[in-house]
C-alpha cells in the first residue's frame, strides 16, 4: 500500500538489465502508476526516465487483439493448428533443420524454456537463437573461454564498494541508468573514480575522472598494454595465478602486440594503467562497445586476463561485470536460448549433458550441433534452407544488421510466424501469421538481471482481447504438433518447477547453475517469490564466484586467453571513407515500440540524427540541421546533422532506434554490415563504413497534428506529442500546391485552412481546423525550417495565433526541448532559472524546477547545461 488506500503489486521494469522492482497499481481503467520499489536490491526505490513512463505505455490503442492469417483475423484454434501443421510439414519434408526460431532476451525465463525445449527436444534441431546474439554474445563467449561456464562473478554491491569503476563500450549513464546513479552515490561517498573507455565522449564521461577516446576495436591492444604494465610494476598475484593456466602464452600475446592503433597518448594510457594498478578494488563494467565487435570475444578476454592476474575476480568491490541489456538476457543464457547451448548452462556440444536433459525431457535424441547463428540464420531463411519460421518478441526486420536483406528474406520465406504486442512493426508486417502476445504487465514470471538476481513480474492487468502470454502460445503448438504430455503446463509457477529441477541435475554435473531450492515451491510461494541471487546457496565462499579460485573448466582453474587486437573487419576507403557507430538514446528503448508512446520519452530527442565532428561537417559542407545521406555497401539512410565534437574526426555515431513505422529512411541497420566475430557469432553492429554528402530536398517541413497523418515524403519522422503527432518532413520534388497537400497529409478534405503561401521564398504556412478546433498546422521553408517546434508541438487541440506564426505568443514562454522527462521541464526554462536565481549546482536546480530530482537520468545533461551557462556568463 502507498497510503491512497489501493493496493500496490512488486513487478520488475520491463526494459534494461538492472532489473528494478517496480510497484504498480491499477487505476481500474486500464491505467497504471508505477514507482520504484524501496525494497527491491536492484533499485532501491529509484526508477530511471524508461521506467518513471512505463504507465504511459500500457494502453491499447496500438495493441493486437486476435490472431490474423494472411492479414485476416481468425480464432486461436485456427491460427495455431496452422502454425503446428505448417511446421510439422516442413519438417517431415525438409527435415528439422528447415524449421527456425527467432526469439528475444526479453522474453520471461518460462516463455524461453518452453521455446528452447520444443525447438532442440522436440522438433530435434538446434536452430532457435535469439537477439542476444545481437548483444550479449561475445561476453557468453569469454566467460565460458576464461571460466568454463557463462557465470559473470560480479554484483551491485561491489559497484558500491570499489575504489576505481572502468566503463568499457558501456554509456551506463543512459543505458543503465539506476546503476549509474549507484555509482554517483558511490562516488560522492567514497570518490570511487571513474575511468570511460568509448571513441566517442557520452554523458557517462560528464563525472569521469578520465576519457579514453580510443579508436574504435582498439580494446584489446589496450587491456593487453594494462597487462603488460601489471606485470612490469609486479602487481601480479601470484597466489591467484596459481589457479590459472595458460600465464606465459597470454603475456607474450600482449607483450607482441603492436599499440600503434589505440590512438591515444601515451601517457593517457600509462595515467589509466598506473591508476588501475595501484587501486586494489577495480570493478571493470562492460558492455556494447566490448560486445558487439569482430573481435567480441577477445576483448571480453583482454578484460578477464587482467582481473584474473591480479586477482581482483569475487572479491568485495573487484571484479569484470559484463552489464546485459535486456531484462532477461541474462535468464536467456541461463535457459540455454542461443542456438549453441542446452539448458541449465549444459552444453549441446557435450554428449552427457545431451543424455541428461534428453533423458529429463523424454524426448529423442538432441540435436549434437550448434543450430545457426543470429545472422546465419536469416541468410538461411534469405536462400531459402529456412521454409517455417517463428519470430518471437523481437524486431529483426529492423535491430539485425543488413536490416533491408533481412526485411526482404523474411517477406520472402514461406511461412513466417511472428508473435508481438503490436501488428504495427517491420517484422509484424511480414508475417503469414500474426500472434497477440499479452504485455508486459498483463503477464507472470521470471527474470534474470545483471548481478543474477531472479525477479518476479507480475500480471496486474487483464489480457486484452485474446491476448495469450508466449509459453501458453508455444505449449500449445507443441501439444498440436503432437507432444501432448511433454507441454500440458497449467501455469508458469509448473514450468519454473520443471526448469528449477532440471538445473538441479546440471548442479550434480557440476555447473555453476543450480536454483533447485526453488524447484518445490508451491504455486503460492512462487507468486510471493522475492529476489533471488544465485548461487543461491551460500556453499560457495558468500555466495561469491570464483573468490576461492574454483572455476568450471575439466581442472578447476581459470584460463588466460592470448589475445592480440584486430582492427574492425571493415575498412575504411576512399569510397567509404566514415566509421559509423551506432548505440542508443536515454528514452528510446531499441525500435520504440513501447517507450514512442510515451510523448514525455519522445520530447527528449524527438528526431533521428547523425553526429559528425565539426572538421568532417565543414569539408562537407554541412550546416546544423542540414539533413545528411548516409550510403553504406549494404543500404542507404537519411539522418538529420548534428555537428559535435562528442565524436571524433572520421566517425559519425546514429542511434538504433528509428524504424519503417516512425521514420523509414533511418532505418540505420540497413547500413551495418553483417561482420561477426568468429567465435561469438555477435555482428559488429558498430563499426561500418559509409559515405556521407547533404541531401539535397526542394523544401523542408513540420507539421504538428492531432490525429495520425498520411506521411509519403522523402524524409520523414514521426513522434508523439502530449496533443498528438509531430513530424519533420523534406522532399525533393516540388509540391504545385501546398494546401492540397496539407490536406492529404492531415486526411482532412474538407478542414478549414488559414495560410500564409509565399511561393517565390518556397514558404507555406498553414493552420487546419475542424469544428473549430485546430486540428494541425504545416511549415514548409526552402532551407530545414526554424519554428519553435517544441512549443508548436504543444499546439493542436487548442486554437492560437502563434500557430500561423509559429512563434511563441509573447505571453507564453517557450519551454525549450525536454531535458527532464519525468517533469517535462525544457531547456529554456532550466538556463533562464539558472540565470535569474544564479544557481550553481545541479540540486539547486531540482530544487528550483524539480529537474532531475526523480529518476536522475538527465543529472549528466543538467550539470552539463550549468556549466555552459556558468562559461558563458563568466565569459560575458
Ligand atoms: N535508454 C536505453 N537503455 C537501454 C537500451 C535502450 O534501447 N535504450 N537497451 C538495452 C540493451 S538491450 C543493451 S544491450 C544495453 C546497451 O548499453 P550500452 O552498451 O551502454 O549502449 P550502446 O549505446 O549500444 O553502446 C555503448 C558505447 O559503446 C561505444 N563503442 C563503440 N565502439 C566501441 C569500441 O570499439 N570500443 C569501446 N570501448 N566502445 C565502443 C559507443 O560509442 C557507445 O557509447 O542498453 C540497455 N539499456
Ligand atoms: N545498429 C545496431 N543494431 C542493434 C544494436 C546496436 O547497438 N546497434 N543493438 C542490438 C541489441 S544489443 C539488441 S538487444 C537488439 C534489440 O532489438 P529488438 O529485439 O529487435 O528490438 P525491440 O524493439 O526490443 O523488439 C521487441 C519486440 O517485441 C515486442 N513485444 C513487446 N512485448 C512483448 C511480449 O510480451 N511478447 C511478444 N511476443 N512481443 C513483445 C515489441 O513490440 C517489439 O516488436 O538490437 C540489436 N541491434
Ligand atoms: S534502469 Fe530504468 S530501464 Fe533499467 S530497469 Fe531500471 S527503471 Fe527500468
Ligand atoms: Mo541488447
Given at each position: 500500500?502507498?497510503?491512497?488506500?489501493?493496493?500496490?503489486?512488486?513487478?520488475?521494469?520491463?526494459?534494461?538489465?538492472?532489473?528494478?522492482?517496480?510497484?504498480?497499481?491499477?487505476?481500474?481503467?486500464?491505467?497504471?502508476?508505477?514507482?520504484?520499489?524501496?525494497?527491491?536490491?536492484?533499485?532501491?526505490?529509484?526508477?530511471?526516465?524508461?521506467?518513471?513512463?512505463?504507465?504511459?505505455?500500457?494502453?491499447?490503442?496500438?495493441?493486437?487483439?486476435?490472431?490474423?492469417?494472411?492479414?485476416?483475423?481468425?480464432?486461436?484454434?485456427?491460427?495455431?493448428?496452422?502454425?503446428?501443421?505448417?511446421?510439422?510439414?516442413?519438417?517431415?519434408?525438409?527435415?528439422?533443420?528447415?524449421?527456425?526460431?527467432?526469439?528475444?532476451?526479453?522474453?520471461?525465463?518460462?516463455?524461453?524454456?518452453?521455446?528452447?525445449?520444443?525447438?532442440?527436444?522436440?522438433?530435434?534441431?538446434?536452430?532457435?537463437?535469439?537477439?542476444?546474439?545481437?548483444?550479449?554474445?561475445?561476453?557468453?563467449?569469454?566467460?565460458?573461454?576464461?571460466?568454463?561456464?557463462?557465470?559473470?562473478?560480479?554484483?551491485?554491491?561491489?559497484?558500491?564498494?570499489?575504489?576505481?569503476?572502468?566503463?568499457?563500450?558501456?554509456?551506463?549513464?543512459?543505458?543503465?541508468?539506476?546503476?549509474?546513479?549507484?555509482?554517483?552515490?558511490?562516488?560522492?561517498?567514497?570518490?570511487?573514480?571513474?575511468?570511460?573507455?568509448?571513441?566517442?565522449?557520452?554523458?557517462?564521461?560528464?563525472?569521469?575522472?578520465?576519457?579514453?577516446?580510443?579508436?574504435?576495436?582498439?580494446?584489446?591492444?589496450?587491456?593487453?598494454?594494462?597487462?603488460?604494465?601489471?606485470?612490469?610494476?609486479?602487481?601480479?598475484?601470484?597466489?591467484?595465478?596459481?589457479?590459472?593456466?595458460?600465464?606465459?602464452?597470454?603475456?607474450?600475446?600482449?607483450?607482441?602486440?603492436?599499440?600503434?592503433?589505440?590512438?591515444?597518448?601515451?601517457?593517457?594510457?600509462?595515467?589509466?594503467?598506473?591508476?588501475?594498478?595501484?587501486?586494489?578494488?577495480?570493478?571493470?563494467?562492460?558492455?556494447?562497445?566490448?560486445?558487439?565487435?569482430?573481435?567480441?570475444?577477445?576483448?571480453?578476454?583482454?578484460?578477464?586476463?587482467?582481473?584474473?592476474?591480479?586477482?581482483?575476480?569475487?572479491?568485495?568491490?573487484?571484479?569484470?561485470?559484463?552489464?546485459?541489456?535486456?531484462?532477461?538476457a541474462m535468464g536467456g543464457r541461463e535457459v540455454g536460448g542461443?542456438?549453441?547451448?542446452?539448458?541449465?548452462?549444459?552444453?549441446?556440444?557435450?554428449?552427457?549433458?545431451?543424455?541428461?536433459?534428453?533423458?529429463?525431457?523424454?524426448?529423442?535424441?538432441?540435436?549434437?550441433?550448434?543450430?545457426?547463428?543470429?545472422?546465419?540464420?536469416?541468410?538461411?531463411?534469405?536462400?531459402?534452407?529456412?521454409?517455417?519460421?517463428?519470430?518471437?518478441?523481437?524486431?529483426?526486420?529492423?535491430?539485425?544488421?543488413?536490416?533491408?536483406?533481412?526485411?526482404?528474406?523474411?517477406?520472402?520465406?514461406?511461412?513466417?510466424?511472428?508473435?508481438?504486442?503490436?501488428?504495427?512493426?517491420?517484422?509484424?508486417?511480414?508475417?503469414?501469421?500474426?500472434?497477440?502476445?499479452?504485455?508486459?504487465?498483463?503477464?507472470?514470471?521470471?527474470?534474470?538481471?545483471?548481478?543474477?538476481?531472479?525477479?518476479?513480474?507480475?500480471?496486474?492487468?487483464?489480457?486484452?482481447?485474446?491476448?495469450?502470454?508466449?509459453?501458453?502460445?508455444?505449449?500449445?503448438?507443441?501439444?498440436?504438433?503432437?507432444?501432448?504430455?511433454?507441454?500440458?503446463?497449467?501455469?508458469?509457477?509448473?514450468?519454473?518447477?520443471?526448469?528449477?529441477?532440471?538445473?538441479?541435475?546440471?548442479?550434480?554435473?557440476?555447473?555453476?547453475?543450480?536454483?533447485?531450492?526453488?524447484?518445490?515451491?508451491?504455486?503460492?510461494?512462487?507468486?510471493?517469490?522475492?529476489?533471488?541471487?544465485?548461487?543461491?546457496?551460500?556453499?560457495?565462499?558468500?555466495?561469491?564466484?570464483?573468490?576461492?579460485?574454483?572455476?568450471?573448466?575439466?581442472?578447476?582453474?581459470?584460463?588466460?586467453?592470448?589475445?592480440?587486437?584486430?582492427?574492425?573487419?571493415?575498412?575504411?576507403?576512399?569510397?567509404?571513407?566514415?566509421?559509423?557507430?551506432?548505440?542508443?538514446?536515454?528514452?528510446?528503448?531499441?525500435?520504440?515500440?513501447?517507450?514512442?508512446?510515451?510523448?514525455?520519452?519522445?520530447?527528449?530527442?524527438?528526431?533521428?540524427?547523425?553526429?559528425?565532428?565539426?572538421?568532417?561537417?565543414?569539408?562537407?559542407?554541412?550546416?546544423?540541421?542540414?539533413?545528411?545521406?548516409?550510403?553504406?555497401?549494404?543500404?542507404?539512410?537519411?539522418?538529420?546533422?548534428?555537428?559535435?565534437?562528442?565524436?571524433?574526426?572520421?566517425?559519425?555515431?546514429?542511434?538504433?532506434?528509428?524504424?519503417?513505422?516512425?521514420?523509414?529512411?533511418?532505418?540505420?541497420?540497413?547500413?551495418?554490415?553483417?561482420?561477426?566475430?568468429?567465435?561469438?557469432?555477435?555482428?559488429?553492429?558498430?563499426?561500418?563504413?559509409?559515405?556521407?554528402?547533404?541531401?539535397?530536398?526542394?523544401?523542408?517541413?513540420?507539421?504538428?497534428?492531432?490525429?495520425?497523418?498520411?506521411?509519403?515524403?522523402?524524409?520523414?519522422?514521426?513522434?508523439?506529442?502530449?496533443?498528438?503527432?509531430?513530424?519533420?518532413?523534406?522532399?525533393?520534388?516540388?509540391?504545385?500546391?501546398?494546401?492540397?497537400?496539407?490536406?492529404?497529409?492531415?486526411?482532412?478534405?474538407?478542414?478549414?485552412?488559414?495560410?500564409?503561401?509565399?511561393?517565390?521564398?518556397?514558404?507555406?504556412?498553414?493552420?487546419?481546423?475542424?469544428?473549430?478546433?485546430?486540428?494541425?498546422?504545416?511549415?514548409?521553408?526552402?532551407?530545414?525550417?526554424?519554428?519553435?517546434?517544441?512549443?508548436?508541438?504543444?499546439?493542436?487541440?487548442?486554437?492560437?495565433?502563434?500557430?500561423?506564426?509559429?512563434?511563441?505568443?509573447?505571453?507564453?514562454?517557450?519551454?525549450?526541448?525536454?531535458?527532464?522527462?519525468?517533469?517535462?521541464?525544457?531547456?529554456?526554462?532550466?538556463?533562464?532559472?539558472?540565470?535569474?536565481?544564479?544557481?550553481?549546482?545541479?540540486?539547486q536546480i531540482g530544487a528550483a524546477l524539480g529537474a532531475g530530482?526523480?529518476?536522475?537520468?538527465?543529472?549528466?545533461?543538467?550539470?552539463?547545461?550549468?556549466?555552459?551557462?556558468?562559461?558563458?556568463?563568466?565569459?560575458?
Amino acid at each position: 500500500m502507498d497510503g491512497s488506500g489501493l493496493p500496490e503489486t512488486r513487478s520488475t521494469c520491463p526494459y534494461c538489465g538492472v532489473g528494478c522492482g517496480v510497484l504498480l497499481r491499477p487505476d481500474g481503467q486500464g491505467g497504471l502508476a508505477v514507482r520504484g520499489d524501496p525494497e527491491h536490491p536492484a533499485n532501491f526505490g529509484r526508477l530511471c526516465s524508461k521506467g518513471s513512463a512505463l504507465g504511459e505505455t500500457v494502453g491499447l490503442g496500438h495493441r493486437l487483439l486476435t490472431p490474423r492469417v494472411a492479414g485476416k483475423d481468425t480464432d486461436w484454434s485456427g491460427a495455431l493448428q496452422l502454425v503446428a501443421d505448417r511446421f510439422t510439414r516442413t519438417i517431415a519434408a525438409h527435415g528439422p533443420d528447415s524449421a527456425a526460431f527467432y526469439v528475444s532476451g526479453q522474453m520471461l525465463t518460462e516463455d524461453y524454456y518452453i521455446a528452447n525445449k520444443l525447438m532442440k527436444g522436440f522438433i530435434g534441431s538446434a536452430n532457435i537463437d535469439t537477439n542476444s546474439r545481437l548483444c550479449m554474445a561475445s561476453s557468453v563467449a569469454g566467460h565460458k573461454r576464461a571460466f568454463g561456464s557463462d557465470t559473470v562473478p560480479g554484483t551491485y554491491e561491489d559497484i558500491d564498494a570499489a575504489d576505481l569503476v572502468v566503463l568499457v563500450g558501456s554509456n551506463l549513464a543512459w543505458c543503465h541508468p539506476v546503476l549509474y546513479q549507484r555509482l554517483l552515490a558511490a562516488r560522492k561517498a567514497r570518490g570511487t573514480r571513474i575511468v570511460v573507455i568509448d571513441p566517442r565522449r557520452t554523458a557517462s564521461c560528464d563525472e569521469a575522472d578520465m576519457h579514453l577516446a580510443l579508436q574504435p576495436g582498439s580494446d584489446v591492444a589496450l587491456f593487453n598494454r594494462l597487462f603488460i604494465t601489471l606485470w612490469q610494476g609486479g602487481a601480479l598475484d601470484k597466489d591467484f595465478i596459481r589457479h590459472t593456466t595458460g600465464f606465459d602464452a597470454a603475456l607474450q600475446a600482449a607483450q607482441n602486440d603492436p599499440s600503434a592503433p589505440i590512438g591515444l597518448a601515451e601517457a593517457d594510457i600509462a595515467a589509466f594503467c598506473a591508476l588501475w594498478m595501484r587501486t586494489e578494488k577495480v570493478v571493470t563494467i562492460y558492455s556494447q562497445g566490448v560486445n558487439q565487435s569482430t573481435s567480441g570475444a577477445d576483448k571480453v578476454n583482454a578484460i578477464l586476463n587482467c582481473h584474473l592476474v591480479t586477482g581482483r575476480i569475487g572479491k568485495p568491490g573487484c571484479g569484470p561485470l559484463s552489464v546485459t541489456g535486456q531484462p532477461n538476457a541474462m535468464g536467456g543464457r541461463e535457459v540455454g536460448g542461443l542456438a549453441n547451448m542446452l539448458a541449465c548452462h549444459l552444453d549441446l556440444e557435450n554428449a552427457d549433458h545431451r543424455s541428461v536433459v534428453r533423458g529429463f525431457w523424454g524426448s529423442g535424441p538432441l540435436p549434437e550441433a550448434p543450430g545457426l547463428k543470429a545472422v546465419d540464420m536469416f541468410r538461411a531463411v534469405g536462400d531459402g534452407r529456412i521454409k517455417a519460421l517463428w519470430i518471437i518478441h523481437t524486431n529483426p526486420a529492423v535491430s539485425m544488421p543488413e536490416a533491408d536483406a533481412v526485411r526482404d528474406a523474411i517477406a520472402a520465406c514461406p511461412f513466417t510466424v511472428v508473435s508481438d504486442i503490436t501488428d504495427q512493426t517491420d517484422t509484424a508486417r511480414l508475417a503469414d501469421v500474426l500472434l497477440p502476445a499479452t504485455a508486459w504487465a498483463e503477464k507472470d514470471g521470471t527474470v534474470t538481471n545483471s548481478d543474477r538476481t531472479i525477479s518476479r513480474q507480475r500480471r496486474v492487468l487483464p489480457a486484452p482481447g485474446q491476448a495469450r502470454p508466449d509459453w501458453d502460445i508455444l505449449a500449445e503448438v507443441g501439444r498440436r504438433m503432437g507432444f501432448e504430455a511433454v507441454f500440458d503446463f497449467a501455469s508458469e509457477a509448473e514450468i519454473f518447477r520443471e526448469y528449477a529441477t532440471l538445473s538441479g541435475l546440471a548442479g550434480q554435473m557440476g555447473r555453476d547453475f543450480d536454483i533447485s531450492a526453488l524447484s518445490t515451491l508451491s504455486d503460492v510461494a512462487y507468486n510471493d517469490l522475492s529476489p533471488q541471487r544465485w548461487p543461491l546457496t551460500r556453499a560457495r565462499s558468500g555466495g561469491r564466484f570464483f573468490a576461492d579460485g574454483q572455476f568450471f573448466t575439466p581442472d578447476g582453474k581459470a584460463r588466460l586467453l592470448p589475445v592480440s587486437c584486430r582492427p574492425p573487419a571493415a575498412r575504411t576507403e576512399p569510397r567509404y571513407p566514415f566509421r559509423l557507430n551506432t548505440g542508443r538514446l536515454r528514452d528510446q528503448w531499441h525500435t520504440m515500440t513501447r517507450t514512442a508512446l510515451s510523448p514525455r520519452l519522445s520530447a527528449h530527442l524527438a528526431e533521428p540524427f547523425v553526429d559528425i565532428h565539426p572538421q568532417d561537417a565543414e569539408r562537407l559542407s554541412l550546416a546544423r540541421s542540414d539533413l545528411v545521406t548516409l550510403q553504406s555497401p549494404h543500404g542507404r539512410a537519411i539522418l538529420r546533422a548534428r555537428i559535435t565534437d562528442a565524436v571524433q574526426v572520421g566517425q559519425v555515431f546514429a542511434p538504433m532506434h528509428w524504424t519503417g513505422e516512425t521514420a523509414p529512411s533511418a532505418r540505420i541497420d540497413a547500413l551495418v554490415a553483417a561482420a561477426c566475430d568468429p567465435v561469438s557469432g555477435q555482428p559488429e553492429s558498430k563499426a561500418s563504413v559509409v559515405a556521407l554528402a547533404r541531401f539535397d530536398a526542394a523544401w523542408y517541413g513540420f507539421a504538428v497534428a492531432r490525429d495520425p497523418m498520411v506521411l509519403s515524403s522523402d524524409y520523414w519522422a514521426l513522434a508523439r506529442t502530449s496533443r498528438g503527432y509531430r513530424a519533420e518532413l523534406a522532399g525533393v520534388r516540388a509540391i504545385a500546391d501546398w494546401e492540397v497537400e496539407a490536406r492529404r497529409l492531415f486526411g482532412a478534405p474538407d478542414a478549414r485552412l488559414v495560410s500564409m503561401l509565399d511561393a517565390k521564398a518556397g514558404n507555406a504556412r498553414i493552420v487546419l481546423y475542424q469544428d473549430g478546433v485546430m486540428i494541425g498546422a504545416l511549415f514548409v521553408a526552402a532551407t530545414p525550417v526554424a519554428v519553435m517546434r517544441d512549443y508548436l508541438a504543444t499546439l493542436p487541440g487548442t486554437d492560437s495565433a502563434g500557430a500561423i506564426t509559429g512563434r511563441t505568443p509573447p505571453d507564453v514562454a517557450d519551454p525549450g526541448s525536454v531535458l527532464c522527462s519525468c517533469f517535462g521541464v525544457g531547456v529554456n526554462s532550466i538556463v533562464t532559472t539558472i540565470e535569474t536565481q544564479g544557481l550553481i549546482s545541479v540540486e539547486q536546480i531540482g530544487a528550483a524546477l524539480g529537474a532531475g530530482t526523480n529518476c536522475g537520468s538527465c543529472r549528466p545533461e543538467l550539470a552539463d547545461l550549468l556549466n555552459r551557462v556558468r562559461a558563458r556568463e563568466a565569459a560575458e
